[in-house]
């Protein structure tokens, strides 16, 4: 999935596909910011809508996407700056992350301070989301995992029947999250990774915060941080 059109995450023609999506990189860090939406009703949501307003924006209208909600993985500037402003220009809510990315929020000025990123301000969810929870827009719904260890209230969306997964900062093709923020835990990640989403299925596509698609048995078979050789090694 890119900017370049939208692609059904399933094996039918995109008119009978369970959700459509492109991905628009944002702001200096090329964040993946994710616009998701239903094909028979064309009614969406923006995951993660860190920065450049004006091309998430625009992606939507070109797909004739009408956005229902924002949905927030986790609390860092890069995913969630922009989400009071266009949670504004839109009048919609903003759902997610886990009550406890609390602390991010509340810190979002002082993140654009530091990374020199407009527009950046503290909002509060319509609504907070915890595991076993559920988002919708049109026709879609996506559960919702906690998988801590990025952060401490990082949320991944899931839809099983699409066999898709929007995973934020939890992993990366060949990667995974960063643990050094204020309340990263490592132990914490490589668990989310293992008991939230290996779970899913190896043949589940996976949209990370940065970079390429992946899929879970790619990364069990040649991830060096959570590939099943490397974890197998750690323990011994």
Do not use: Y
């Not at 503290?122 to 595991?131: G, I, N, Q, T």
């Not at 596509?205 to 090694?233: K, T, W, Y």
């Amino acid at each position: 999935m890119s900017e370049e059109g939208p692609t059904g995450v399933d094996t039918g023609a995109a008119a009978d596909a369970a959700i459509l999506a492109v991905i628009v990189p944002v702001t200096a860090f090329q964040q993946n910011c994710s616009v998701l939406w239903c094909p028979q009703t064309m009614k969406g949501a923006v995951v993660d809508p860190g920065g450049d307003l004006d091309r998430i924006l625009a992606a939507a209208g070109e797909h004739k996407v009408e956005i229902e909600k924002i949905l927030i993985t986790h609390g860092h500037i890069d995913h969630a700056g922009n989400a009071a402003e266009l949670a504004e220009q839109l009048d919609v809510p903003i759902e997610g992350p886990h009550p406890e990315d609390a602390f991010w929020i509340e810190m979002m000025s002082q993140q654009g301070e530091q990374f020199d990123l407009e527009g950046a301000r503290p909002f509060e969810p319509a609504r907070w989301l915890a595991h076993g929870d559920s988002v919708a827009f049109g026709n879609v719904t996506m559960a919702v995992l906690h998988c801590p260890g990025h952060t401490p209230g990082h949320v991944v969306f899931h839809h099983a029947d699409a066999k898709l997964a929007i995973v934020g900062d939890v992993l990366f093709q060949g990667s995974i999250g960063r643990t050094d923020f204020p309340r990263g835990d490592h132990a914490a990640l490589i668990h989310s990774i293992t008991t939230r989403l290996w779970p899913l299925g190896g043949d589940t596509a996976f949209v990370p915060g940065h970079g390429q698609m992946s899929n879970f048995a790619a990364e069990r078979e040649s991830n060096p941080f959570v590939s099943d050789a490397a974890l197998q090694g750690s323990a011994n």
